[in-house]
């Protein structure tokens, strides 16, 4: 049978886990549910508040679908009747419907038209080509025609051969307030492309749409005779030929490959100074997959291949970066802190990885992530953090009632290690702050207890 403190005990772990579940599960929440963004689109205002209308006249006379008005598209074919346009585009992945009423007036082997405009000027058309399917109010859904990842701006319906009244226009989405532009190019022999860790989406050449927050991997590949120069993102150079990112805003990157004699080679050395730090591995992209692990002096490497370096640490080490010289006179050339580095080179270089100890780097919270890559928000770990203070702190009291000093002790350090930790990868503080805070929470416990 359990006695109390196991029970408290068991209890104070189980919340935790609970409140850690509950923020793994929880989706990030990109904006609010889809909402209605059509303006009048029963047309039962008395006149076309909201649309921008050329031909299409009120009609009261017919039976309206629902209401009192409908839209009478009775303009000539090369014409549209009504189009309503969107002042701040619609996520078209967002939109839950797309429909609208119909109802033959006049027939016609091409009764009319629905067209959906894009903001990279790409188009849906909704053809009502069979003008005997709608001699009864009809609903037309038309959901499945929405392109994915593109921003709405607008949507227009005109007539064909027939005529037709139109009646409660539905478009539920949410505005793309949440959505960035990331355009992709390339100038020269090469490809760029892109992928979307979040959704899990493929990034094309061209323009794309992704949320804000999500983290995206750009990457090069240059063709045969080629070699990856360098990407041009928003203006900065970036000279690796892959990187990651956080979506902040939109994003232009232009990948620019070099053509190169493929008779052309040069010498890499690659070392490893400090090998207590850990191990080098690295093969040639264009003539293999299988990593070397050695050192020393490789011979006519041709300047249009591609190099992948990769740091190993040891325990106790971290990698800091690749430290690139010039061969011949020992100048520095460049330095890079990714690892895997993707690269090729033009002249004889020397390559090594430069390691630090673990207890000489000062740990550096990552406060752009939070626990984003586990789904978590910084808000729901908080929430972890004040549910398991709370209770443990009321419990610490009851402790104290009954005497139990050294059990009040133990749960006021491991409460406090596990409180810090958890603000700690939240990127709020640093570990001397621990100390601090594991002192400062034994001090209360101990200072409310006399």
């Avoid at 740990?363 to 928000?377: D, E, K, Q, R, V």
Wanted: negative net charge; contains cysteine.
């Amino acid at each position: 049978m359990l006695n109390k403190n196991k029970f408290f005990s068991i209890l104070i772990i189980s919340l935790f886990l609970i409140s850690c579940i509950i923020g793994f599960y929880t989706p990030k929440v990109k904006a609010t549910t889809a909402t209605e963004q059509i303006i009048n689109g029963g047309f039962d205002d008395g006149g076309f508040n909201g649309w921008n209308n050329i031909g299409a006249i009120l009609d009261s006379t017919n039976t309206a679908y629902s209401g009192t008005y409908s839209a009478f598209h009775c303009s000539a074919p090369s014409e549209l009747g009504v189009t309503q346009v969107f002042a701040t585009g619609i996520n078209s992945n967002s939109v839950t419907e797309f429909s609208f009423w119909v109802h033959t007036i006049s027939s016609g082997s091409n009764l009319g038209l629905c067209v959906v405009y894009y903001s990279d000027s790409s188009v849906s058309n909704i053809f009502l080509n069979d003008s005997g399917s709608y001699l009864s109010w009809t609903q037309v859904d038309a959901t499945s025609n929405i392109l994915p990842n593109k921003i709405i701006t607008s949507i227009a319906f005109s007539n064909g051969n027939g005529y037709y009244d139109l009646d409660n226009v539905v478009l539920m989405g949410i505005l793309d307030t949440g959505i960035e532009t990331i355009t992709l190019s390339s100038v020269g022999s090469g490809s760029i492309s892109g992928y979307d860790y979040t959704t899990a989406t493929v990034l094309n050449s061209g323009v794309n749409y992704v949320a804000v927050n999500d983290s995206i991997n750009v990457h090069a590949t240059s063709d045969e005779g080629s070699q990856f120069f360098y990407f041009l993102v928003n203006g900065v150079e970036y000279v690796n030929g892959a990187f990651d990112k956080v979506v902040v805003s939109d994003l232009t990157v232009v990948s620019y490959f070099r053509s190169l004699p493929s008779s052309v080679t040069y010498t890499l050395t690659v070392t490893n100074p400090n090998v207590a730090g850990g191990d080098v591995s690295w093969y040639d992209t264009n003539n293999g997959s299988t990593p070397s692990f050695s050192t020393g002096i490789f011979t006519d490497i041709p300047v249009s291949d591609g190099l992948e370096f990769t740091a190993h640490p040891n325990t106790g080490y971290s990698f800091v970066d690749w430290y690139v010289t010039n061969t011949t006179d020992g100048s520095y050339i460049s330095s890079f802190t990714t690892s895997p580095l993707n690269m090729g080179f033009a002249e004889d270089v020397t390559v090594y990885p430069e390691w630090i100890l673990n207890s000489l780097n000062t740990p550096t919270p990552n406060t752009a992530f939070g626990l984003g890559t586990l789904g978590i928000s910084n808000t729901e770990i908080a929430v972890g953090i004040y549910v398991v203070s709370i209770i443990g702190m009321c419990y610490a009291f009851f402790l104290m009632h009954n005497n139990n000093i050294p059990f009040a002790f133990t749960l006021g350090l491991v409460l406090a290690t596990i409180l810090c930790q958890i603000i700690n990868i939240l990127g709020i503080y640093t570990y001397p702050i621990d100390a601090l805070m594991i002192i400062s929470v034994v001090g209360i416990i101990i200072f409310m207890r006399h």
